[in-house]
T-cell receptor, first 117, second 116 residues
Framework: AQKITQTQPGMFVQEKEAVTLDCTYD???????LFWYKQPSSGEMIFLIY??????QNATEGRYSLNFQKARKSANLVISASQLGDSAMYFC??????????????FGSGTQLTVLP | NAGVTQTPKFQVLKTGQSMTLQCAQD?????MYWYRQDPGMGLRLIYY???????DKGEVPNGYNVSRLNKREFSLRLESAAPSQTSVYFC???????????????FGPGTRLTVL
């Protein structure tokens, strides 16, 4: 079974500052992928960043980076230079990649980020 | 490319009514998924289709049926709607079951369903 835990229901950050959104996971699958999605108030799910469990380097996509600590089973999202448009709900998700695993995405409960002007 | 499209965007049903949510993707993806999102929760998988002609249950399949009509289309049917099925429903597609950066799931805009 897979489980994603996001312990921060809500976060506030000042515009132009960096913010870290926490995500811890649990899985028995030796090979897995970790994803972050953004859901603005309009409701759509927007893919942000992906990290594979065997990737040697932390993933980065523009202002988004993933602080992956495999031993701690954490995959925190770091947003640098926050913008007002970053205000949204953020979901951490994972999927087992081994043959025989369910291959479905398991989501956390989300963190509501509010960027203050 | 429209990506993943869903119809309708909004729907109100009475208890016991039936309806079908439609989903289509134009990315030539093999795998398609149906999720529901309840307030304060992440998405939970209802059903998925690894490839054309196959469907499998997810975490919360009770009360739903699905049809993978062809490679592009994957529909979700509520045979007898219940208030507990009030939720936002998302369809998603993915290249295939294999992992890797290319196998991100892409989501449709969602359907807001209310069952009275």
């Amino acid at each position: 079974a897979q489980k994603i835990t996001q312990t921060q229901p809500g976060m506030f950050v000042q515009e132009k500052e960096a913010v870290t959104l926490d995500c811890t996971y649990d899985t028995s699958d030796p090979s897995y992928g970790l994803f972050w999605y953004k859901q603005p108030s309009s409701g759509e799910m927007i893919f942000l960043i992906y990290q594979g469990s065997y990737d040697q380097q932390n993933a980065t996509e523009g202002r988004y980076s993933l602080n992956f600590q495999k031993a701690r089973k954490s995959a925190n999202l770091v947003i640098s230079a926050s913008q007002l448009g970053d205000s949204a709900m953020y979901f951490c998700a994972m999927r087992g990649l081994s043959s025989g695993s369910a291959r479905q995405l398991t989501f956390g409960s989300g963190t509501q980020l509010t960027v203050l002007p | 490319n429209a990506g993943v499209t869903q119809t309708p965007k909004f729907q109100v049903l009475k208890t016991g009514q039936s309806m079908t949510l439609q989903c289509a993707q134009d990315m030539n993806h093999n795998s398609m998924y149906w999720y529901r999102q309840d307030p304060g929760m992440g998405l939970r998988l209802i059903y998925y289709s690894a490839s054309e002609g196959t469907t499998d249950k997810g975490e919360v399949p009770n009360g739903y049926n699905v049809s993978r009509l062809n490679k592009r289309e994957f529909s979700l049917r509520l045979e007898s709607a219940a208030p507990s099925q009030t939720s936002v429903y998302f369809c998603a597609s993915q290249v295939g079951l294999a992992g890797g950066p290319g196998d991100t799931q892409y989501f449709g805009p969602g359907t807001r369903l209310t069952v009275l």
